[in-house]
């Protein structure tokens, strides 16, 4: 029997390596990510674990972004124990944490990003006084064996991301647009340039490549340049803005799939309270 009450949320600690990255294995038939960014997110702090009898049973992070976002993500309860209430009481810790936060600076505004058909973690956003601000579509195809090399961009600023009005995704990490994040995309993502298009390529583990100009061009002349990025990679993954709907049929029609199957609707959406 499940006992939440014997469930407490802390900081983490370098010990919870271990156990951080068993819990993960559970999630997404293994396919976390979180155990290959746990050498950033423990010195970045703001990142916690709930612990069940000295096991890891769930975990969140909170990481500040650029322009006064303070961005949720890594909510993660092991497979076993989900159901039980564990991902609330990681959500009202942070929630907590991020409020003493904004006390001290009431300019943060509170920030996600989730999958359309996660709806735990939308009925709980809901909860908490989260809305959607933003959408996007999320395809993913299998690699080609073509490579050509793009040209990479290093001297820009913001005004690249003027398709973008509000927020620029970075793969599921979706930062303001707006002069104080060029240096948060310069160290963390790459800007590149074919014959028809530009491109930033980023995000935490698993890449993305966010189309910067509407993909009015022949998009299967860029696979062999997306390719390139991923170098071995056995698959391309990219995000298009809602605003360029459209195109959705001739990227389908490429081979570009929701996880779940064809997309009509936005799948990828930012949330903010
Ligand atoms: C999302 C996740 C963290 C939730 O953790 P959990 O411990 O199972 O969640 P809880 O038991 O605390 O339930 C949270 C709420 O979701 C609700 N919920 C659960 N399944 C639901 C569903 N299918 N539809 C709507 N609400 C649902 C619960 O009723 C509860 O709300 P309530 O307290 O108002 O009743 C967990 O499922 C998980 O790790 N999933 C995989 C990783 C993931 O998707 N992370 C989020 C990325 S943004």
Request: hydrophobic share 40%; charged share 20%; net charge positive.
């Amino acid at each position: 029997m499940f006992h939440l009450d014997q469930c407490n949320v802390r900081i983490v600690q370098d010990q919870d390596v271990k156990g951080l990255i068993s819990m993960s294995k559970t999630i997404w038939d293994g396919h976390d990510y979180i155990p290959t960014i746990l050498d950033k997110w423990l010195p970045d702090g703001h990142f916690f674990v709930a612990e069940y009898h000295g096991k890891i049973v769930g975990c969140v992070k909170l990481s500040l972004f650029p322009d006064n976002s303070l961005w949720f993500e890594g909510l993660r309860v092991h497979q076993r124990y989900q159901g039980k209430g564990i991902g609330k009481l990681l959500n009202e810790f942070a929630f907590n944490y991020a409020n003493t936060l904004k006390s001290l600076n009431p300019l943060l505004s509170f920030e996600f990003c989730t999958y359309y058909m996660n709806h735990e973690s939308l009925h709980m956003a809901k909860a908490a006084g989260f809305k959607p601000v933003k959408k996007y579509y999320v395809f993913e195809k299998r690699g080609v064996r073509k490579m050509l090399e793009p040209t990479i961009i290093t001297d820009f600023d913001i005004s690249l991301f003027k398709q973008h009005k509000d927020y620029i995704p970075c793969g599921w990490q979706a930062i303001h647009n707006n002069p104080a994040s060029i240096d948060w995309i310069k160290s963390k993502c790459t800007v590149f340039q074919t014959p028809q298009g530009v491109y930033l390529y980023g995000g935490l583990s698993q890449k993305n490549v966010l189309f910067l100009q509407e993909p009015k061009y022949d998009l299967r002349k860029e696979l062999p340049y997306f390719q390139y990025m991923y170098g071995a990679s056995k698959s391309i993954e990219i995000i298009i803005a809602s605003k360029w709907k459209k195109h959705l049929d001739t990227i389908q029609a490429l081979g570009f799939k929701d996880w779940e199957g064809p997309l009509t609707k936005p799948n990828m959406l930012v949330l903010r309270k």
